[in-house]
């Protein structure tokens, strides 16, 4: 059993299209995440979300829109893309044990080239 | 803001010989410390964390860190590597004060074990 699911793992498209890009965990967890990872493998925290409740938003485009339908769920809708956002996407979650949240568990990655 | 620094992009080590991979870390309180690793086309696997307590951590594959509050450094080591070692590490820093639970890694330092 995947802990944390992400699909598609390879999204190919052109610009200005909008695409979407499916988490789901089944840990449990109550707080989900999605990171960019680029070329240079820096990792960087884009959105968190608690209990579907956006708590982390980072200096992101809008264009890039998280929507959480439930806690086991987070996705990303991305409009308009363009070159720059060519990276790999990693979902993560984590829960809160005593003031503390646990390390976070990482999906496999959604490879986004855009062309 | 808390950050991380990970001082060596790469890191060469002999099979058998001992490993150091070095992190640095700023936060205002007590940081929450991790060691991620990377393998080729997957998401980030915990390795150990530092909380609080014991100094000296152990982890996943043989892997331990020590967190060093004086130097503020929580290096990552192992006592023989293998080649099955090699990937890409990430130090990653949390600090408790801020409770939007925002984990901020290293840039990563790729570890390369040689036969």
């Known amino acids: 059993d995947t802990a944390v699911s992400q699909t598609p793992k390879y999204l190919v498209t052109q610009m200005g299209n909008d695409k979407s890009i499916k988490c789901e965990q089944n840990?449990?967890?109550?707080?989900m995440y999605w990171y960019k990872q680029d070329s240079k493998k820096f990792l960087k925290i884009m959105f968190s979300y608690n209990n579907k409740e956006l708590i982390i938003n980072e200096t992101v485009p809008n264009r890039f829109s998280p929507k959480s339908p439930d806690k086991a769920h987070l996705n990303l809708h991305i409009n308009s893309l363009e070159l720059g956002d060519s990276a790999v996407y990693f979902c993560?979650?984590?829960?809160?044990?005593?003031?503390?949240?646990?390390?976070?568990?990482f999906g496999n990655g959604t490879r986004l080239t855009v062309t | 803001a808390q950050s991380v620094a990970q001082p060596e992009d790469q890191v060469n080590v002999a099979e058998g010989n001992p490993l150091t991979v070095k992190c640095t870390y700023s936060v205002s309180g007590n940081p929450y410390l991790f060691w991620y690793v990377q393998y080729p086309n997957r998401g980030l696997q915990f390795l150990l964390k530092?909380?609080?307590?014991?100094?000296l951590v152990k982890g996943s594959y043989g892997f331990e860190a020590e967190f060093n509050k004086s130097q503020t450094s929580f290096h990552l080591k192992k006592p023989s590597a293998l080649v099955s070692d090699s990937a890409l590490y990430f130090c990653?820093?949390?600090?408790?004060?801020?409770?939007?639970?925002?984990?901020?890694f290293g840039k990563g330092t790729r570890l390369h074990i040689l036969p």
């Open positions: 990653a820093v949390r600090d408790p004060m801020n409770r939007d639970d925002k984990i901020i």
């Open positions: 993560a979650s984590s829960q809160e044990v005593g003031g503390w949240y646990s390390p976070l568990h």
């Open positions: 840990l449990g967890h109550d707080t």
């Open positions: 530092y909380i609080t307590g014991d100094n």
